[in-house]
């Protein structure tokens, strides 16, 4: 059987499922209520605003279904319940972090997002998207300088250069600020012969910074620290899009980036001097 | 719990879930697009709707920006991607909720950490092996078949039984590599049963690495490079050990694994200094 065939199957076999618990936004909002706690019918019904009737008889459907348990007179979510409901409020703040951040997403490359961080989209929930505006054209750009210049531990991943970038590392790095950044052969021909290759070895052997390189293509640009992270897409013709950058400093965001700085840091590896020579001539 | 548990479904969120969940017509046409466009004959022997059908489908998933179309054929779009690999996920997970069931129904699963209760779609493949009554050690018995030839094995255990044992002892005889994960009631347990020279010289030796784990844990699984269990505990709050939950799957390995390291930073690694 091929995978399709089998999500087909898997989805015939769940369906009449799904449907039962989509099809009634009332009964989706009696399972929400008692999700932390059991409560009797009249707390349920207060909380949600209905009728007596529209309660008692979705409760009805709900018991016989398994969905739902009733201790004397209070009613729990089963297991089997909890588990369907959280996995449609997984599914639903994935669905809300697509749509507020749409024009992020759309017309853009995600390619540089493996499959397995784009599912756990969902963990950007909290993240703000920052737009260059005409009064202040660079805007995503000094707020990310603002964020930089306080963290102490800074990963970033990119194909991209931005000529700034190098003097705010280079006054990090003068701090005690632990740095690892990941580029492509190409970011690094390009630095390598803008500053002279003396300086450029002092940078190699500075122990708090460490380059890596990546063999291939990166189509996306992100900097992760202990204080936020900001990400950035290509547009789908190929060129940066320099006017939307989404920026987070909440705790999952900031996971959801490391992750995938350590997805793109295990397939890169450590920038010597030596292949660093071989990548200039 | 990492989720926002909210308390009521907004119109608009309901309105979304709706959409995409309830309509087998739109779910089939987006998994059918997963792997790349297509075109409409394609979809219709895919999904054995009608084109009519499809057409009709396609033209709302259009309106929401999931699907666009691109000569004779058919895409997802970058969110329509996005979607589609949740709506797989969502799928395999009712899939083993379904299949399951009376596993689920009848074991706690409230200690397992959300992250991880989230992802149990991996093990949409996986079987049960129960104790039958010609053999109540079932469960037992394969899991000595099964790490008979591997290299290394890790564990998180929270229960002990003399078969438990064996199998370490039997893995560190034949100079393989155990990591295990321990509460403090079966870590003391683990130190009558070895000698304790013959413990002294395992660890130092790294073939034996343990952690000693200062929260209760309410799950036990073992797991190699090829295989996964889960054994959970009953409602009643005895552990059952008469059905366990097998996977051959890499990514229900790979969700062991890391439900490993979760405990692991939460552990302390026992050394010859503190044994």
Redesign the interface.
Known sequence: MTD?EN??N??D???D???FM??S?IR??IL??I??YPKAMKEIKE??DLSFAAISNNMKRLLEE?MVIKVEDKYLI???G???L???????????T??KF?EL??????EGIP?FL??D?GALQDSELIKANYADIYKTHTNFKELLIKSKDVCGVSSISHPDYMGIFESMLNGDANVTLIFTKEIVKKVVLSVDFKALSEVILNKNLRIRLYNGEIPVAFTVTDKFMSLGLFNCDGSYDQNRDLISTDK?SIRWAKSLFEYYHQKSEPLTIKNLAKIVM | MEIDLKNNFLEEDYEDLKFLLASNIRSKIIISLKNGPKKLSNIREDTQISSSTILHGISQLENRNLVSRSGESYVLTSIGNIISLKLINLIKYWHTIKLFKDFWKNHNINEIPGEFLRTMDVFSNAYIIESTKENIENPFTTYLEMIADLDEFKAILPIFFPRHLDAIQFMIKNKRKVELILTEEIYNSLLQYFSKKEFTKNIEDGRFNLWKINQPIKLASMFSDNFISLGLFSLNGEYDPSKLLLSHDKEAINWGKELFDYYKEKSEKIDIKNL
């Open positions: 399709l999500l087909f898997y989805y076999f769940v369906q499922d799904l449907k989509i099809k936004r989706l909002n929400s209520s999700l932390e909380e949600n398994n089963s297991q089997i909890f588990l369907k959280y996995s449609l409020m997984d599914f639903l703040k994935l669905m809300s697509t749509k749409e997403w759309l017309n853009h490359d995600i499959d784009l599912e989209m999952s």
